[in-house]
Structures are given as structure tokens and as C-alpha cells.
């Protein structure tokens, strides 16, 4: 039997983007399409064991394999998920 190599990559646009980041988007993204907007407010409670400071993926990988670049901006990806979301809602 042959065997084949595979890799895991990962689809990202290789910024750092806090989770904090991500509520303003997609405050911003409900905003814009929907009417009377309740506001997502984070809740901040204690550091917990296994928590992950910072984390930001890399498209080296994909670059170099498939030559993908990302052509979709962080805001407009949360844009076309949060419509999608509403759709289907």
C-alpha cells in the first residue's frame, strides 16, 4: 500500500487579533445588519489554569504548499458569517 503525506494548515490572514478585537467586530458587523442592535459586552473574570495569552496563527505553511494568500479582510469575513448566521435565523 502507498502511503501518503499529509499537513495541516491553517486558513488565517496572520494578524494578531484579541478577543476583545473579535466582539468589536462583531458589534460592528450586527450593527450594520440588523435593526436595534443589543451591544455584546465581554464579561472579564480571573485568569484560569490553561488559559492562552496571546495567540496568532502563521500562513507559512499554506503560502509556501498552495501558494494561498488571504484576499478577505478580517472585517469583511465576520461580515459575510454574521449574514450568513442571520439568514439562516
Not at 490553561?50 to 498552495?66: E, F, N, Q, V, Y
Not at 478577505?72 to 439562516?88: A, H, N, P, Y
Amino acid at each position: 500500500m502507498e502511503s501518503i503525506k499529509v499537513s495541516c494548515v491553517q486558513r488565517c490572514n496572520g494578524t494578531k487579533i484579541s478577543l476583545l478585537d473579535l466582539v468589536d467586530s462583531l458589534n460592528d458587523a450586527l450593527k450594520r445588519l440588523t435593526k436595534n442592535h443589543a451591544r455584546l459586552i465581554p464579561t472579564h473574570g480571573p485568569e484560569r489554569e490553561g488559559d492562552i495569552r496571546h495567540s496568532m496563527a502563521s500562513i507559512k505553511r499554506i503560502s509556501s504548499t498552495l501558494g494561498w494568500k488571504p484576499v478577505v479582510s478580517f472585517q469583511d469575513g465576520i461580515d459575510e458569517i454574521v449574514r450568513e448566521r442571520l439568514m439562516m435565523a
